[in-house]
């Protein structure tokens, strides 16, 4: 097992844009709007494919049923089985992203056959006018809802929230969100899904057709009010260990995620599962059992179980793991 890099998987979208190639230096294949980059996903919507050394080629899936507890750890199989519980995305986004909402495991395990979708988005970027829909008014009870959005009415429903570079929101199943004004470029971490309930699509056209709406599955896994929990730069604390800061960003029941900031060498101790590195900015070199890999903003490396890594440059990144 040695440190793996996947090919990128990048999904047009109406909202999308060129920020993966202007900001993140990716090479897009046309000039077509771009919303999403899967960085690491085991789900047949977007699987994974290896892009360096002696398993390029092979999926993500293919890994795990292989090389299991070698690649993601003994606890991570005996919890998951065969089902691999991260996906890593950019998301670049340019116009209003439709007002949603995720189910929880146990309605989406029944209903859809997969994983509820607990999410978190780190802002790498954002406009001075940059707006979020974040939760649903205080107000807004179940019945004054339903009722508004029976007649179409999706006015005075939403909370809105300005946010700026370096902010993270922690979009639990059940809280109702979207964009509003500006653009953002998203670090997403999130369980291993690709259920999505769209509530209003501010009746945009796409070829001709509104996207379709799913109003009352959506009603079901809404969560009124509900707090959302965003931190900023400035009021996380940081705990030094030699040359890089770090930032425990969230400890939770899916994922656990610290942002590391590092302006020399850091070592990353050994861990019993995999780890994740989204490099968010600056570029350096990772060494794990004397191999060497190169990398700059952008860039996802998968750390199978049991390695201890070398991080050297002047790197942010963010650390995801369970």
């Known amino acids: 097992m040695y440190l793996l890099k996947f090919k990128k998987n990048l999904v047009e979208k109406v909202w999308g844009g060129r920020g993966f190639e202007t900001t993140l230096g990716f090479d897009l294949p046309n000039e077509e709007l771009y919303g999403e980059s899967w960085e690491v996903s085991c789900h047949p919507s977007g699987m994974s494919y290896v892009e360096n050394g002696e398993l390029e080629g092979e999926t993500l899936e293919n890994l795990f049923q292989k090389f299991g507890k070698d690649l993601v750890g003994e606890e991570i199989v005996e919890k998951y089985e065969e089902k691999f519980p991260l996906l890593i995305k950019y998301l670049d986004i340019n116009d209003k992203l439709s007002v949603q909402v995720h189910p929880s495991d146990e309605y989406a395990l029944r209903v859809e056959k997969e994983f509820g979708k607990s999410e978190v988005w780190y802002v ?9 829909i974040l939760g649903l008014k205080k107000e807004i009870t179940p019945e004054i809802y339903k009722e508004k959005v029976d007649k179409k009415d999706f006015t005075e429903l939403f909370n809105e929230v300005s946010v700026k570079k370096g902010d993270f929101i ?11 004004e500006g653009s953002i470029l998203i670090c ?17 056209e796409v ?18 009010g509900e707090e959302i929990e965003i931190s900023s730069e400035a009021s996380r604390e940081k705990i030094k260990s030699g040359d890089a800061t770090i930032e425990e960003m969230i400890r939770g029941e899916y994922f656990s995620i610290d942002r590391l900031l590092i302006d020399g060498n850091f070592t990353d101790a050994q861990y019993k599962n995999f780890k994740i590195y989204s490099i968010l900015d600056g570029e350096g070199v990772l060494t794990s059992e004397n191999e060497k890999y190169e990398v700059r903003k952008g860039d996802t490396y998968f750390i199978p179980a049991n390695k201890e890594v070398l ?8 650390k995801s793991y369970i």
């Open 311 to 318: 991080i050297e440059g002047k790197l942010e990144v963010m």
């Open 124 to 132: 790498m970027e954002a406009s001075e006018d940059a707006k979020l």
């Open 170 to 180: 922690d979009v639990k199943p059940g809280v109702v969100h979207g964009t509003l």
């Open 207 to 224: 070829n001709g057709v509104k996207r379709e709406l799913h109003l009352d599955k959506a009603m079901d896994v809404i969560k009124f």
């Open 188 to 204: 997403e971490i999130q369980q291993n899904s690709d259920t999505t309930y769209r509530i209003y699509d501010f009746d945009r």
